[in-house]
């Protein structure tokens, strides 16, 4: 499972995507792997061409936004208080904004790759189950 969020640190800029486009390349160098998260700018054009699924979790603003504001209060969890509006933002305007950048950059690098779109706790465990990776997920 190559998780982008722990390949990107939190202190970085815009002046280390090359080093992390190297960590990513090195990451899904291998047969097969799953990969989690989105930087579609940075990443898709790494990653879609060799991807055989793209699944897309397509929960609701106010389900993000709650996940968002919990996962601050975790201990260990890197995602900081100080960060939240900018992160609620984002949720806010990820439809207009961020949606349509990331269907671009998945039609040019991966027009061919499935795309299956997931909304509901119930239609994410169903196609874990399906698919097998229920193993995986329960592992995280």
């Known amino acids: 499972m190559v998780c982008l969020d722990v390949i990107w640190q ?3 800029t815009k002046d ?4 992390s486009r190297t960590l ?14 989105n930087f579609a700018l940075a990443t898709f054009d790494i990653r879609l061409p060799r991807a055989t699924l793209v ?3 397509d929960r609701p603003k106010q389900y993000c936004a709650w996940r968002a504001i919990a996962r601050v209060f975790h201990p ?16 806010w305007s990820f439809d ?33 189950k399906s698919s097998g990776l229920n193993r995986i ?3 995280r």
């Not at 280390?16 to 080093?19: G, I, Q």
């Not at 990513?24 to 998260?37: F, L, N, P, V, Y």
């Open 10 to 12: 939190p202190n970085w």
């Open 16 to 19: 280390d995507v090359p080093a």
């Open 76 to 91: 260990g969890e890197p995602h900081r208080i100080g960060d939240l509006a900018k992160v609620l933002r984002f949720i």
């Open 137 to 139: 997920a329960r592992s």
């Open 55 to 57: 699944i897309w979790l």
């Open 96 to 128: 207009r904004i961020n949606r349509p950048l990331i269907e671009a950059q998945r039609i040019v690098h991966g027009p061919d790759v499935p795309v299956v779109r997931l909304k509901s706790n119930r239609e994410i465990a169903a196609f874990l």
């Open 24 to 37: 990513i390349k090195d990451a899904h160098a291998g047969e097969t792997w799953i990969s989690d998260g």
